[in-house]
């Protein structure tokens, strides 16, 4: 009956986890998986987000099913959270959110009502992207192409190449855009070159389909959010996913949301009951207990500015990391520019090596990253940043 059916070759980014699992040698160092680690090596418990889940347990009660559309309170914090309490697309109602089953449940319900209601259209990704990307799309039935994004030679952005294979594009087509924090080079747009977009987009009219999964480890809470807030204030129709797996360090909780921004409050209405359908006739409703403590959380000003301070230090954390980091391998390899350490935003950086430069870090020296260079920052420690960097730079030397 199913012998037809070949073999699952595993995601490459897990299946390398489960390779480090495996490992025996006692110092290894895993900066392969997209997770926040601590000094200690720990995933944090965050302590707003503990106090917010003990006041959520207090109310024990009942277990409903939340709406198809997921909590009414979680939806509105989410909004305010994106777009700032007083933006004027919350106000004129043109934002369409629905709760889901993390950032990935967002871009797949997404993915879905485009291709329900855009069946033509196509969807064009950064070169390159995070790998689930692709699938996520393909799977919902778009065809995927790439955008030029990432820049080898100096390790930054393309942008007048991107810029002009969007102009290019035909009227309709969606184009996913890393808000901030890109996974996986960590280059990101700068204001002014969102500015630029914002004509490119409108004039070409093309939908734009944001994923935000890492507000907070780029600039700041606020600073993140630019490219949502900009592309909303130009009045623009577009996307955005938003995650909670790694600023609230909830990831095993699947909390994220999917916002539309739509062009008029009765449009946003049209659009909210067919997301609601289409999460109906995929998982019916998204579960409650994630839901119940971003909303506690985002909904005290107390929790919500100590979470802030948290999060703040986690991105300085990952800040001095690459400071580290660019010391000691700018020092161990003279003539070379490692600047891009230091200005590639947010959790990833795209270190530049080899996938045979990969593997000897990871068979000599026991330090995971991707095969495609990719090295998550946020996994270097004060304990293992020195022996990092000592690594690479052997790789990179010879
Ligand atoms: N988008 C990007 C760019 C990501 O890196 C990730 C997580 N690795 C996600 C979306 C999905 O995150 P989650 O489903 O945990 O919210």
Not at 251 to 269: D, F, H, Q
Request: charged share 20%; with cysteine; glycine share 8%.
């Amino acid at each position: 009956m199913f012998a037809h059916i070949p073999p699952y070759a595993g995601d490459p980014i897990l299946s390398l986890n489960e390779d480090f699992q495996k490992d025996p040698r006692a110092d290894k160092i895993n900066l392969s998986i997209g997770i926040y680690f601590d000094d200690e090596g720990r995933i944090p418990v965050m302590a707003a987000v503990r106090e917010a889940e003990q006041r959520v347990a207090q109310q024990t009660g009942p277990k409903p099913y939340l709406p198809m559309e997921g909590l009414a309170a979680f939806r509105t914090e989410v909004q305010k959270l994106l777009f700032g309490a007083d933006h004027a697309a919350l106000a004129e109602g043109r934002v369409a959110t629905i709760q889901s089953v993390g950032s990935s449940g967002g871009l797949k319900v997404g993915a879905d009502f485009i291709k329900q209601w855009f069946p033509d259209a196509a969807i064009w990704v950064s070169d390159p992207t995070w790998d689930n990307h692709k699938a996520v799309f393909e799977g919902a039935g778009l065809t995927v192409n790439t955008y030029p994004y990432y820049d080898a030679a100096t390790g930054g952005l393309r942008f007048d190449a991107m810029l002009a294979a969007l102009r290019e594009l035909p009227a309709r087509s969606v184009v996913l855009l890393h808000a901030c924090c890109h996974n996986p080079t960590g280059v990101d747009l700068t204001p002014a070159q969102w500015e630029a977009l914002i004509p490119v987009l409108r004039e070409r009219e093309l939908l734009a389909f944001l994923d935000l999964a890492y507000q907070g480890f780029g600039d700041g809470m606020d600073q993140d959010a630019f490219a949502v807030r900009a592309l909303a204030s130009a009045g623009l129709a577009f996307f955005v996913a938003n995650s909670f797996s790694k600023s609230m360090s909830v990831y095993g909780e699947r909390c994220g949301a999917l916002s539309v921004v739509c062009p008029s409050k009765a449009e946003a209405a049209l659009v909210l009951g067919q997301l609601k359908f289409t999460v109906r006739r995929n998982y019916s409703n998204p579960p409650m207990h994630g839901g119940q403590i971003v909303a506690t959380l985002l909904g005290s000003p107390e929790l919500r500015s100590a979470w802030a301070l948290e999060l703040d230090a986690m991105r300085e954390r990952i800040q001095a990391m690459r400071k580290q980091l660019h010391a000691i391998v700018s020092a161990k390899v003279p003539g070379r520019d490692f600047g891009y350490f230091l200005t590639q935003r947010g959790m990833f950086s795209y270190t530049g090596l080899t996938p045979q430069q990969v593997d000897r870090l990871r068979e000599e020296f026991g330090v995971y990253i991707l095969r495609s260079g990719r090295m998550c920052v946020a996994g270097l420690n004060s304990h293992n940043v020195e022996r990092t960097a000592q690594a690479m730079a052997a790789v990179l030397a010879d």
